[in-house]
């Protein structure tokens, strides 16, 4: 209402300046807070003391033009910054013809054109004239990777977010060309490869290695030249460019410096260190995010996580000191066993629903249904009156269920839920009808026949209410300690979280001493002594009271449930019984052992962790050394392994420096497809290219060979710039190999968690639940989720710590109402509903003499594949029986519900 | 031959004339000779292109004042205007050659030369 009413016209900077909004708006529809708010820059009201519109229209009576900014005292016990990345400065666009043309877009522009809810609804079309372009071409690598503007780092994730874009676009407009330009394609991110090789093999996307220097307008088309590797030299005509800007740090990043007192690095991100990747120069200020170091959602939420089991660590002896319990009234058991009650409220949603809809036509319709003693409309369900209201209204009329005919239960029946709570109902006994979504959405442009949907939802939904049972809401009590299996980076960070925050830990490791591959580690990625870091872990891990180690051990059987887990553990030929809240798989990785390329043939040929040990031991042998070939995604990116390793590249330009340090006249080639030193890591890549490291490009089809000579090798490969072979004598070859997977076979059947393609661990939603497993109560991290760097491994053990001590924090998991029970006087013991269960959640028991199933309630999802697949139908869902389905289903036909 | 020929410096016209062609943004007859710098430019190949059978002949430098060679594209516009002068001498129109100035990289000018001269031929 206030936005429509408002006379004020502001950009919409949400919509990256392609629309107009009103002073008063939401930024988009799932902003949270859920609320309308003013724009104070252009209120009339606020300026001029004029207007006053809004408050008259607001029906809610929420704007309140009185409130005065206020300071506030907090006394904290830690600091998360998380202020996110900044904007690349515009005038590094303009070199780009980013204002001068206005078919140059920024990234961010183009995805608003791209979203169903953006300035354009979805459909591409040129800023300049409105048309759809037919050839669009994206451009790398804008405002990063570039000295001109100060920013020498890579972002990190624009090569996915380009890829992604343009794989949006064609899916939107197949017959679009769309070409982009890259300098090397850094797709490294968990599985990003093989969205990457979709892209160019479904959608036919264009990838071309070249950096375009500049945009020309030729009468209203885009003109680009190029260089591609081979020295040829192109142009093309384009419809729209779409600039891939970079990330930056934040605009006032000076400004939280000095506020929080901590140190930036060179290009004014937070200054943090390899082993401590969240932790500021400040002790208690910790940083999670984009403001750490350019990085992609699934990298920000595991950090922040992270950052929060620290702060967990550093507040352990304030824990549950402040916390407010939220009571409840016993419920009302003698109403809930009544006759149905029922009670409708059909929900206006401002203009949202009664716009479209007739919702009194809805709410009179309701009324002549049977069971329904009450039915009205609200304006706004969802309001703190409006629920007031609704709960008086189900006391006053006796009400047992309840159809709330507004929107979606995916975001609101919760909250119904609560407020059947908190007047002594059962939650289970609410249903909702979502006419704004399936109604009032999307049939905007047919009124009348939205309303007769609508009338039909109402209908269904209270055929389906009037057999809602009360469901019971059971805990169950945990058992307030970690397994953490793996004893590596990531498995010690995790149980030294775990244990700093005050919960016991058993450490299993399969190796006889901690440290898994961080004990090949000599350096780490910024030069500091690996051995340092390790052994500081160690000590940490072996004097925690709350750890116990368990080393040359191994994880024979884990049953249970989240909180209650049984692990068997075996060490030494005997075994022992652990009972655990929660699991952590820390299992790692290990280096992938080469095939071909000489490996095992000649002494020179080495992989790069290798030639580490060598290099740490002294630089002897080097002494003849010339010509040192490093060969990149050797084991990756192939037939071998189809994941992208993601740390070899860097490792390799490490190593390539330090190779430079001990003896400056060797020369160090190194065969690479695309570098991929992301972030920061890309300084070590130019000061390797400035201290005169050869890189030279190869591709999958033409890799490189390493030939045995009668004395010494030589590597023989294809340079695309001189169009020819060539031939180095190599006094070494060192492989970049890359990281396989441990053996994750047996676990992932153990404890039922599923492993990638790759053979890593799959968690559980790669942006929203980074380091959790699909199976409740099992948290990941480290390599067993894939390649990553120390410094990565050490964020994500922390996330893992931060998830894991939720269950144990809280004491008692709350178990979902919706699950399965098994009613076992029809149960014939089958067992093709165990078998199916994806969750572990359904056991055969003996039951006299014959075996039943029964469901374990603390580990069912409700997912209902057991319900679906029982040949006796002996198995029904909490709050989805099949009476009630069947009954809105028939309700679906206005007989069918005469009949009822 | 073909009708209208164009001269450009190295330095202008990023975009090849295939690729302008092939998006009508240039007439099908036109012919670019591409020249390290346009001072190199002698007035009797002006001519010359005439006695070859263009109707019109145009020659594109960088701006005067931003000559990669610095006094390149001065030189030609002089030698562009003794060009007209012969032409007047034969009794032809003066116009059908002419010099224009473009910016580094840029395309559109040249396109511009290209239709204005298409117009007069």
Redesign the interface.
């Known amino acids: 209402m206030c936005t429509m009413y408002c006379p004020r016209p502001v950009v919409d900077t949400y919509n990256e300046r392609l629309d107009i909004t009103r002073a008063p708006h939401i930024d988009y529809a799932q902003a949270i807070p859920s609320s309308y708010y003013i724009d104070a820059k252009a209120c009339l009201r606020v300026n001029y003391e004029t207007c006053n519109l809004c408050a008259q229209t607001c029906t809610a009576g929420a704007i309140d033009f009185t409130q005065q900014p206020k300071e506030l005292d907090l006394s904290v016990g830690a600091v998360v910054l998380a202020p996110g990345f900044g904007r690349v400065d515009e005038k590094v666009l303009e070199k780009f013809g980013y204002g001068r043309y206005p078919d140059v877009l920024t990234s961010f522009e183009f995805e608003r054109l791209t979203c169903a809810s953006g300035p354009s609804e979805g459909h591409i079309v040129r800023p300049s004239d409105n048309k759809r372009p037919k050839k669009i071409a994206f451009l790398q690598c804008i405002g990063s990777r570039d000295e001109t503007c100060g920013n020498g780092y890579c972002s990190s994730v624009c090569c996915m977010y380009a890829i992604k874009e343009a794989s949006v676009a064609k899916e939107h407009e197949p017959d679009l060309d769309i070409s982009i330009f890259f300098m090397d394609v850094r797709t490294m991110g968990k599985g990003f490869d093989d969205a990457r090789k979709r892209a160019q093999e479904k959608y036919g996307i264009n990838v071309i290695r070249a950096r375009v220097p500049?945009v020309?307008?030729?009468?209203g088309?885009l003109?680009l030249?190029w260089t591609t590797g081979d020295g040829e030299h192109h142009?093309?005509?384009f419809d729209m460019v779409v600039l891939s800007v970079g990330l930056e740090s934040p605009e006032d990043a000076d400004l939280i410096s000095r506020v929080a007192d901590i140190e930036l690095n060179h290009y004014n991100f937070c200054r943090t260190s390899v082993d401590a990747p969240l932790v500021s120069s400040r002790n208690g200020v910790l940083v999670a995010g984009a403001f750490q170091g350019p990085k992609d959602i699934p990298e920000s939420v595991t950090q922040a996580s992270g950052a929060a089991a620290i702060a967990s660590e550093l507040l352990a002896e304030a824990r549950n000191s402040q916390t407010v319990t939220v009571t409840y009234p016993e419920e009302d058991k003698a109403l809930e066993e009544e006759e149905p009650r029922i009670g409708v409220f059909v929900c206006h949603c401002g203009v949202n629903i009664a716009g479209v809809v007739d919702v009194k036509a809805v709410r009179d319709y309701a009324g002549t249904l049977p069971g329904v003693v009450l039915y009205e409309d609200t304006l706004y369900s969802c309001s703190q009156d409006a629920l007031k209201s609704i709960a008086e209204k189900i006391k006053e009329n006796r009400l047992n269920r309840v159809v709330i005919s507004a929107c979606s239960p995916r975001t609101h029946e919760p909250l119904f839920q609560e407020t059947l709570r908190s007047i002594g109902l059962n939650p289970a006994l609410v249903e909702m009808a979502n006419i704004r979504d399936q109604c009032a959405w999307v049939h905007a442009q047919e009124p009348e026949k939205a309303t007769e949907k609508a009338k039909d939802l109402v209908r269904m939904a209270v055929a389906k209410a009037r057999l809602l049972a009360p469901l019971e809401q059971p805990t169950v009590d945990v058992t307030p300690s970690a397994l953490v299996i793996g004893a590596g980076a990531a498995g010690m960070s995790a149980a030294l979280s775990i244990a700093d925050q005050g919960y016991k830990v058993v450490l299993v490791e399969k190796g006889r001493s901690l440290g898994g591959n961080l004990k090949r580690l000599t350096w780490t990625l910024d030069g500091q002594d690996a051995s340092k870091v390790l052994k500081d872990m160690v000590k940490k891990v072996k004097a925690h009271r709350n750890i116990e180690v368990l080393t040359s051990a191994q994880v024979e059987s884990v049953s249970g449930y989240v909180g209650n887990f049984t692990s068997t553990i075996s060490k030494g030929g005997k075994t022992q019984m652990i009972n655990h809240g929660v699991i952590v798989l820390a299992t790692g990785g290990r280096e992938y052992k080469p095939k071909g390329y000489g490996y095992g043939d000649s002494t020179r040929v080495m992989t790069q962790l290798e030639l580490e040990e060598k290099l740490a031991r002294g630089k002897g042998f080097l002494r003849n050394a010339k010509n040192v070939v490093m060969i990149q995604c050797v084991g990756s990116r192939g037939d071998d392994m189809t994941h992208c390793s993601r740390l070899c590249c860097t490792q390799a330009v490490k190593n390539a420096l330090k190779l430079k340090e001990a003896k400056p006249e060797v020369n160090v080639f190194v065969f690479y497809r695309d570098m991929r030193t992301y972030g920061f890591y890309e300084d070590l890549y130019r000061e390797a290219r400035k201290k005169g490291v050869k890189f030279i490009r190869y591709t999958s089809d033409r890799k490189p060979e390493v030939i045995k000579l009668s004395r010494g090798i030589k590597v023989r490969a294809y340079d695309e710039l001189i169009g020819d072979d060539i031939e180095i004598p190599a006094s070494l070859v060192v492989l970049s190999t890359g990281i396989a997977p441990g053996d994750n076979q047996e676990l992932s059947k153990i404890i039922k968690a599923p492993l990638t393609s790759d053979g890593f661990f799959l968690e559980a939603h790669a942006k929203l639940r980074p380091v959790e497993v699909a199976v409740d109560g099992v948290y990941l991290c480290g390599l067993a989720h894939g390649p990553k760097s120390l410094e990565e491994s050490v964020a994500q053990a922390k996330a893992a710590a931060a998830k894991a001590t939720i269950p144990l924090a809280k004491g008692k998991v709350a178990v979902a109402p919706i699950v399965s029970k098994v009613n076992q006087d029809l149960c014939i013991g089958c067992g093709i509903c165990e078998s199916l269960c994806p969750f572990n959640a359904i056991t055969l028991e003996k039951v006299g003499k014959r075996k039943k199933a029964r469901t374990i309630t603390a580990s069912c999802k409700g997912c209902g594949i057991c319900a679906s697949h029982c040949p006796t139908i002996a198995i029904s869902m909490g709050g989805f029986t099949d009476e009630a389905i069947m009954a809105q289903i028939h309700a679906f036909s206005p007989e069918g519900c005469e009949e009822e | 031959m073909s009708k209208i020929k164009g001269f450009c410096c190295n330095y202008t016209l990023?975009?090849?004339v295939d690729?302008?062609k092939e998006?009508g943004?240039v007439p099908e007859d036109l012919e670019i000779e591409r020249l390290p710098c346009t001072g190199r430019l002698e007035v009797p190949e002006i001519l010359d292109a005439f006695t070859q059978g263009a109707e019109a002949v145009f020659v594109v430098g960088c701006q005067v004042d931003k000559c990669h060679n610095l006094s390149g594209s001065y030189r030609a516009s002089k030698r562009v205007k003794y060009a007209k002068k012969i032409l007047e001498e034969l009794d032809m129109n003066p116009d059908l050659v002419e010099m224009f100035f473009a910016g580094r990289?840029?395309?559109?000018p040249v396109?511009e030369a290209a239709r204005t001269m298409a117009s007069r031929a």
């Open positions: 500049r020309d307008q030729v009468d088309k003109a030249t142009s093309g005509l | 990023s975009v090849e690729a302008l998006e943004l990289g840029e395309t559109e396109v």
